[in-house]
C-alpha cells in the first residue's frame, strides 16, 4: 500500500486538528482510502513553542516555501491564514503541480478567481471545504449532490461568533457589549471582533456559496455587509413577541435581474430549524427546483471540526489521485460555463422589515407614519405599540412590514425620521421568511 | 460536447420525476458536467398510460431487459422498486458494464453485499444516494465528507410517512389510526402501510446508513426493528409535559461490544433539531468524533427530491466516467476492509425509559413498582402521577428512567405487569438524549 505524504503549512489550531485527526484516524481512513496518508513536512512560524499535535515523525520547518517545493509531498495544506504569504504559496504549490486543500476563507473569495485559473491550467485540485462552515460540508453538497438542481436560494448562520452572541442576548437577556466580552475571553472572537461582528467572514463565506450555487465567478468586493452591532436587547424581545428570532445570516437568492449577495441581520420566523440554531453552531438552508429545501447543522469552527472538513478535502483528492478528468470543477460549474449574470444592487433587493422607532404619544402620529408608507406602497402587517412609560410622552412603535424594495423602504425612513413627532433614528432589520 | 445515454427503468412518480429534472435543468446540469445528459430508453409496465413526463425523445418499451442490453446506454438507472425483477436487470446491467444508479433501499439492503461484489468486480459505479432519506445526500456527506472521522453514531427521522402521522397527532390532538387514514389519502401511506408503520422502511435505510458509517457489511435481518402503532395520544401528551417529543427513529450506534442497529419510536428532547423536525421532512443526526454532531434535513420522498439525488448519482457517475481509480467505494470503505464487528443484541442495548401504567390508587404501589426497578439497578429520573378520574380507582403512572440495558428492563417490567396493583400491559418507549 503506498502512502501519499501531505505538507502542511501552519502548526495552529486548525493544522494541529488536521494533525491530529490524520493520525488518530489513520485507520479508519486508509480503510475507506487504501491508502495510507501521512503528514511529513510542516511549516511553522515559531519552532521552540509547544504544539497540540505530535511532530515526531515529521519534519518541520520555519520556512513553508520549503514544503511547497519539497519533490516529496503531493498535498499542500494550507492553514496559516491570510491573503498575501498565503496566496503565493498556494500559486506556487499549484505551480509545482500540487494538489491544494486550504481552511482559507479570506483567500478563495478575494483570489479564488486566479487561484482556479492556475489550477486549472495546471490541472491540479484545489479543495477549500472548510473555509465555509467548518465541519458542515456544505461545498460539497452544493457541488456534488445538489448538482441536478438549479438552485433558487441559500441563507445561512455563517458566522459562530455571531450566533453566539445573539443566542445570549435571547436566552438570558443579556446586552450585545457585555456578551462579546465573554466571547472573547472564551476565544470565540478575536481581540478584534470586526471579522465576526461587521459581517466580513460570513461575507467571505457567502461569496463562496453563491459562486457554487449559481455559477458565477467569486465577486467579494459586490457583497452587501450589515453587522449586527445594532441589535439591541429591545429588538431581540419584540421580535420574540411577533414570533420571530433574530439571526445574523448570509443570503444569496436568484432574481431575474441579479443575483442577490447580503449579509445582515435578520428576524426569521421561530418554527424554523434556521431559527432554533442556538450558539455557536452554524446552519445553511439551500433552496433547489427539484429538491425543495434543505439544511445543513453543524459546528462552523473548533480544530477538530475544520480539520474534519480538511481532512474530507484530502480524501477527496487521493481517491481521485491520477485521475485528473474525475475532477468536480472548482466552482461547481465548468470553468468556461460560469456565467456574468450581475450581483443585484441592494436597493433593487425586496424583503419585508421589522421597524421600531420611538414616537411622540399624540393622536395622529400614527396617521403621519401610514401615509409616508402608503406612499411607498409599504404596507404593514403586525404593529405594536407600548404604552409609555410613567412620566414619559414618547413610546416604542413597532412595526412589520410587508415585502418591499430597500430603495422604496429606505426613502420611506428617511421621511418618516423627518417628522416632528419621531425621536432620532428608525431601527430597521429586515425579516426572512425562508418559505 | 459528448452525449451521456441514460436508460430509465420504470416511469412511475420517481421515473417521470428524473425524466422531467434532467430535461428542465439540461442546461444547467450541463454548465456543472461539460457534458450533455439525455434519457435515451425507458422501460415501463403499461405504455398506454398517460406520464407524469415528456416521453417524445426517448425509445420507450415494455422490456427493461432490452433497456440493460442496448448498447447505447451507458448508466442504468432502476427505479422499479422490489427485489426479484429489479436484482436480475441490475445484475444483468453490472454483467454488461454499465454504471447503475438506483433508488431502491429494500434492494441495496437486502442485496447490496452480492451487487457491489459484482459491480466491484465488472469496475462498474452503482449509487443508490435516493435509496436513504430522498434528497437529503446522506450518503454522499457520510461516505465522502466524513471520511476524516471515526462516526460514533447516528440517529434520523427516515420515513415521511411515520413523522406525518406523529407530527399531526402531536399538533392537533389526533389520534394514529385517524391521521393514518388522511395518510393514506394523500397519498403519503401505501393502501398496506405495514412497511411505513411497521418500522421496514426505515430498516432498509438504516441498515444502509449503518454500513456506510461503519464499515460493515449490509445486515438487514439484523435490525432489530418496532413499528409506531402503539403510540397513543396520551403519550404524545406526556412526553410533551416532561420537555420531550416522540419521534420514529432509526438510530446506529458504536459501542464497545458491537453496533447498535435499531429502528423504534422514541423520546427525544424538544430543544433538539431532530425534535423539531416536522410533517413528511426527514433528517438525520451523524456524529463524527472530530466534526461532532451535524445534522441534515430535507424531503424524504417526493417526485422531484427522489430525482434530485438520483441526478446527483448521476452527475457522480458522468463526472467520474473513464476514471475508475476515482470510485468511491460503494460502502464507503474499501471492500476487502469491511469489519465483521457484530450486530449488538438489542438485550444488550442501552438507553432511558419512559413507562406509563395504571395502578390502583393505593399507599405502597409505588414502593413495590420502585422495589422491583431498584433490584434491576433502574433507578428513576422523574415521574408524573395524576390524580385519580371522579369515580376512578385507577391512575396513570409516568416515570421516565435513567440507562439501563434492555434485558434489565424487559425483567422488570416482567415482574411489575405481575404486581396485584397494575392494570394490564406497561407502555414503554426509549428515550434518546442525542447529546
Redo the contacts between chains.
Keep these: 500500500m503506498s502512502t501519499v505524504n501531505i505538507g502542511v503549512l501552519g502548526l495552529g489550531t486548525v493544522g494541529s486538528?488536521t494533525v491530529n485527526?490524520?493520525a488518530?484516524?489513520a485507520q479508519?481512513?486508509?480503510?475507506?482510502?487504501?491508502r495510507k496518508i501521512k503528514v511529513t513536512h510542516a511549516a511553522a512560524r515559531d519552532l521552540s513553542i509547544a504544539r497540540e499535535c505530535d511532530t515526531t515523525d515529521i519534519q518541520l520547518t520555519t520556512d513553508p516555501f520549503a514544503v511547497v517545493r519539497d519533490a516529496d509531498v503531493e498535498i499542500i495544506v494550507e492553514l496559516i491564514g491570510g491573503t498575501t504569504l498565503a496566496l503565493q504559496l498556494v500559486m506556487e504549490a499549484i505551480e509545482a503541480g500540487k494538489h491544494v486543500v486550504t481552511a482559507n476563507k479570506a483567500l478563495i473569495a478575494c483570489h479564488g478567481n486566479e487561484i482556479f485559473k492556475a489550477a486549472s491550467q495546471r490541472g491540479v485540485m484545489v479543495a477549500f471545504?472548510a473555509a465555509v462552515a467548518g465541519?458542515?460540508?456544505i461545498i460539497?453538497?452544493m457541488r456534488?449532490?445538489?448538482?441536478?438542481?438549479?438552485i433558487e436560494w441559500l441563507a445561512g448562520i455563517i458566522n459562530g461568533t455571531g450566533n453566539f452572541i445573539l443566542t445570549e442576548m435571547r436566552d438570558k437577556g443579556r446586552d450585545f457589549n457585555d456578551v462579546l466580552e465573554d466571547a472573547q475571553r472564551l476565544g470565540y472572537a478575536e481581540a478584534d471582533p470586526a471579522f465576526d461582528i461587521e459581517g466580513i467572514d460570513a461575507a467571505h463565506k457567502l461569496t463562496i456559496l453563491s459562486s457554487i450555487a449559481f455559477?458565477i465567478p467569486l465577486q467579494f468586493s459586490k457583497a452587501y455587509t450589515e453587522g449586527l452591532t445594532n441589535i439591541t436587547q429591545e429588538d431581540v424581545r419584540y421580535a420574540e413577541e411577533l414570533g420571530y428570532r433574530i439571526k445574523h445570516l448570509g443570503i444569496s437568492r436568484r432574481t431575474a435581474q441579479g443575483i442577490e449577495l447580503r449579509v445582515h441581520p435578520a428576524l426569521v420566523p421561530e418554527?424554523r430549524?434556521l431559527a432554533?440554531?442556538d450558539g455557536v453552531m452554524n446552519?445553511v438552508v439551500v433552496k433547489?427546483?427539484?429538491?425543495?429545501?434543505?439544511?445543513?447543522?453543524?459546528?462552523g469552527a473548533?480544530a477538530?471540526?475544520t480539520?474534519?472538513?480538511?481532512?474530507?478535502d484530502?480524501?477527496?483528492v487521493v481517491?481521485?489521485?491520477?485521475?485528473?478528468?474525475?475532477?468536480?470543477?472548482y466552482l461547481?460549474?465548468?470553468p468556461d460555463?460560469l456565467?456574468d449574470f450581475p450581483i443585484l444592487d441592494m436597493g433593487l433587493v425586496e424583503t419585508a422589515y421589522y421597524l421600531r422607532m420611538q414616537v411622540s404619544d399624540q393622536p395622529g402620529v400614527l396617521a403621519s407614519i401610514s401615509k409616508v408608507l402608503a406612499d411607498q406602497h409599504i404596507s404593514i402587517e403586525a404593529l405594536i405599540q407600548k404604552e409609555p412609560e410613567e412620566g414619559c410622552d414618547r413610546v416604542p412603535l413597532i412595526m412589520l412590514t410587508h415585502c418591499v424594495q430597500e430603495r422604496r423602504m429606505e426613502k420611506a425612513l428617511q421621511e418618516i425620521e423627518e417628522l416632528a413627532d419621531i425621536d432620532g433614528k428608525i431601527t430597521r432589520i429586515r425579516v426572512e421568511s425562508l418559505g
Tied chains: 1, 2.
Design positions: 486538528g485527526v490524520l488518530r484516524n479508519e481512513i486508509t480503510r475507506r482510502t487504501g471545504e465541519g458542515i460540508p460539497k453538497v456534488e449532490a445538489l448538482a441536478g438542481n438549479k455559477g418554527r430549524l432554533n440554531v446552519a433547489g427546483d427539484a429538491v425543495g429545501p434543505t439544511l445543513y447543522y453543524g459546528a473548533g477538530d471540526p480539520a474534519s472538513a480538511v481532512v474530507g484530502i480524501v477527496d481517491r481521485a489521485l491520477g485521475s485528473q478528468e474525475a475532477q468536480v470543477p461547481a460549474f465548468q460555463a456565467s
